[in-house]
């Protein structure tokens, strides 16, 4: 693309980022509680990471479309690491969880099910999303069980770009235009309803005290950063109903299913496939 | 995006809304910036490549997205492409002519005076 391309074969430095491979290689192994709870995690972001990959093509502009095919290559590295070492503990590895389960074994928030939409809707639903993970894994690094709290402190610079591309596009779509404000109301108003069900708290989290980030502790600090965003991009908070939780349960959209079946429908016509 | 050497122009009209980073434009008119990319292990920024965004701050974050995937830099810049000027390529020839043949403006056309120890 520039001149810098060439350069980069002598200044590839992958550092020591923790990867699903090198956690594989480590042999360690998720208690069963502990890998319940990576479940939801690595489902949130596989699930968030495939509507992302949908914009691949898609999206507005080019620089767009590679800003958001990063978003979603970076949330798909969070999910492999997490579904990996949730595997560990019923000898499953990550395809095993992401392409050959069905939509009632998934753990993954409504919020994360819900289509694209528009752009504003998308921008609606990464606003969310990275503000609640970077809350989230800025509290996990410091998770007594060492493997999440490494797969953490990766996730959390990543979703801190995240959230500054949400935040940048909330703040010109509000401000911009009529129409992009519209679109931008409209968005926050269609995944709003989902909020509710990331807080929520269940007898896992009890469980796993000092191991797990309670949910419910997460309110405060992500609802804070989103009315600050929304009152600067001149928007207001959404006054809408909250919706019927139960992703955690494995109780779903109706979306969720046309997801799994694009995403899974290679691997299961043709499994153990590699390329 | 692109990657010539000059330069490519940005639309009529676009130029001061591109420097004040002013309301996003619509969707044809986002302004085109280039971007200079300082290597990790490089004193200066160098001209990495060009691409369109509707302001500084998002221009910035795009030449993130596109000039630094593998790990290339430490700091980004980005200019308005149509606050560069640029030489005239199809004047090349002219432009640069009277540089050549002058090799006493080179160190190695001078040969080292007798008795100089430290050059």
């Known amino acids: ?275 | 995006m692109t990657s010539e050497n000059t330069p490519a122009q940005a639309p009529v009209g676009q130029q001061s809304e591109s420097a004040t980073g002013g309301a996003p434009a619509g969707r044809h008119q986002w302004p085109m910036w280039e971007v200079f990319v300082r290597p990790s292990r490089g004193l200066s920024h160098v001209h990495a490549g060009s691409l369109h965004a509707p302001d500084a701050q998002m221009a910035l974050r795009n030449g993130r997205d596109l000039y630094t995937r593998r790990n290339e830099g430490v700091s980004v810049w980005v200019v308005p492409t149509a606050e560069v000027s640029a030489s005239d390529p199809d004047r090349r020839d002219a432009f640069f002519e009277s540089a050549k043949g002058k090799e006493y403006r080179h160190a190695t056309y001078y040969t080292k005076s007798e008795g100089v120890k430290h050059l």
Not at chain 1, 17 to 46: F, H, W
Not at chain 1, 101 to 128: H, M, P, S, W, Y
Request: aromatic share 8%; net charge negative; proline share 3%.
């Open chain 1, 1 to 275: 693309m520039g001149s810098v391309g060439q350069d980069s074969a002598t200044i590839i430095s992958a550092g020591s980022a923790l990867t699903a491979e090198k956690l594989l290689d480590s042999g360690v192994t998720a208690p069963e509680r502990t890998a319940e709870y990576a479940l939801r995690l690595g489902d949130d972001a596989l699930i968030l990471a495939q509507r992302l990959s949908w914009w691949i093509s898609r999206a507005p502009e080019i620089e767009e479309d590679i800003a958001l095919g990063n978003i979603a290559l970076d949330t798909l590295g969070h999910a492999r690491m997490l579904l990996t070492y949730a595997g560990t503990a019923w000898d499953r590895s990550e395809d095993d969880l992401a392409y050959f389960r069905t939509e009632e074994e998934f753990r993954c928030a409504q919020i994360v099910e819900v289509d694209n939409g528009d752009f504003g809707r998308t921008v609606a639903k990464n606003l969310i999303m990275s503000a609640y993970f970077y809350e989230l894994y800025s509290r996990l690094v410091d998770s007594a069980d060492e493997t999440l709290a490494a797969i953490a402190a990766k996730a959390v610079k990543e979703v801190d770009y995240h959230l500054d591309h949400a935040v940048q596009w909330t703040l010109r779509l509000g401000i911009g235009t009529e129409e992009s404000a519209g679109r931008m109301r409209a968005g926050l108003r269609d995944v709003w309803p989902y909020l509710d069900e990331l807080f929520e708290d269940e007898p896992l989290h009890d469980d796993l005290e000092g191991i797990a980030v309670r949910p419910s502790t997460l309110r405060a600090p992500v609802m804070e950063r989103l009315e600050v965003v929304l009152a600067e991009a001149e928007l207001e908070v959404p006054e809408v109903k909250q919706a019927r939780t139960g992703g955690r349960r494995g109780e779903h959209r109706e979306a969720l299913g046309f997801l799994l079946a694009e995403m899974q429908s290679l691997a299961r016509q043709h499994p153990g496939a590699t390329w």
